[in-house]
């Protein structure tokens, strides 16, 4: 053998072995020993399972604190579905077939300051703004209405396919949540599903989301029955953080735990303060949550190229 192929084949094996070694190294400090040894062999992480990918790689929600600012008086009767803040008021809508709403409420007091009933066909789910018009999403029906933001007039409406939940928006386009993990991003002006996300808390799909806010370039999201808020990343779908609010309206005060649960979020951005409330609670709660993050520069790069 020349001295040439005899370096090749030498270098070729000192190479394999070292990889050998570093795969080995890795596989043990990511896994805690959670996995076979020989698993470790060649195993792309991109096909593997979820629940099977080493832990140091799922990045975990962190558990975010909140303080209570003030909390406020908020009709007992309405069953929130939407909130959002705009000019110093909250605009609410409620639902249940018969008692759905759009309003507009005074902060301080929970004076109703302008309200407009939805027909009794409809159960009313959420809503947002857009430009001067109120988009408001209806549960079974596959129907959305838009209003006037000044005179709840209404000008439109439009149909969807399947439930209609949660509803915010950033500065590009709505962003709708279904009852699934996966929200859907709307083009605003023609309301078509332009985009996807599929939402993964621990890598696994996040499902019944509800109502929604957008704040300071991430989505934070109720899910139905829960009393926690999750921050979900809006290029990835990952839920990076989660606040358990269990403890503003405990269960034990509630008439029915499963249906008088956390619902609405809305956000005032000037001040940084997130409101929150829920179906049928008498406090709104105005809270300082740790970790509401700093806005992403430009979002509509995720919507361009999906993930
Ligand atoms: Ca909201």
Request: hydrophobic share 40%; proline share 7%; glycine share 8%.
């Amino acid at each position: 053998m020349k001295l040439e192929s005899f370096l090749t084949v030498w270098l070729g094996a000192l190479y394999l072995g070292l990889a050998a070694c570093s795969a080995a190294s890795d596989a043990s400090g990511l896994d805690e020993g959670a996995r076979p040894a020989l698993a470790s062999k060649a195993e792309p992480s991109s096909n593997m399972p979820a629940s099977a990918a080493p832990k140091a790689i799922q990045a975990q929600p962190v558990a975010l604190t909140y303080d209570i600012l003030d909390t406020y008086p908020h009709d007992p009767s309405a069953f929130t579905q939407g909130l959002f803040f705009h000019q110093g008021v909250l605009y609410e809508s409620t639902g249940r077939y018969g008692q759905s709403s759009l309003r507009k409420t005074e902060i301080n007091t929970g004076r109703v300051l302008q309200k407009t009933d939805i027909p009794e066909q409809y159960f009313g789910e959420g809503i947002t703004l857009w430009n001067d018009q109120i988009i408001y999403l209806t549960w079974r029906a596959g129907r959305g209405f838009i209003f006037g933001l000044e005179n709840f007039e209404l000008r439109a409406s439009f149909p969807y396919p399947g439930q209609g939940w949660g509803l915010t928006a950033n500065t590009t386009h709505l962003i709708q949540s279904d009852g699934s993990h996966i929200l859907r991003f709307l083009d605003p002006e023609t309301l078509a599903i332009v985009d996807t996300l599929e939402v993964r808390y621990k890598g696994r799909p996040l499902s019944k989301l509800n109502e929604l806010e957008w704040i300071e370039g991430m989505i934070w999201a109720n899910v139905w029955q829960s009393d926690m808020i999750f921050r979900i990343d809006p290029r990835t779908g990952k839920v990076t953080g989660e606040v358990d609010l269990a403890a503003l309206h405990p269960a034990a005060l509630r008439a029915s735990p499963t249906d008088h649960v956390l619902n609405g979020i809305a956000y005032d951005p000037a001040q940084g303060i997130v409101y929150v409330t829920g179906k049928y609670w008498p406090r709104l709660f105005a809270l300082n949550i740790e970790g509401l993050g700093t806005p992403l520069q430009d979002v509509s790069k995720k919507l361009a190229t999906p993930p």
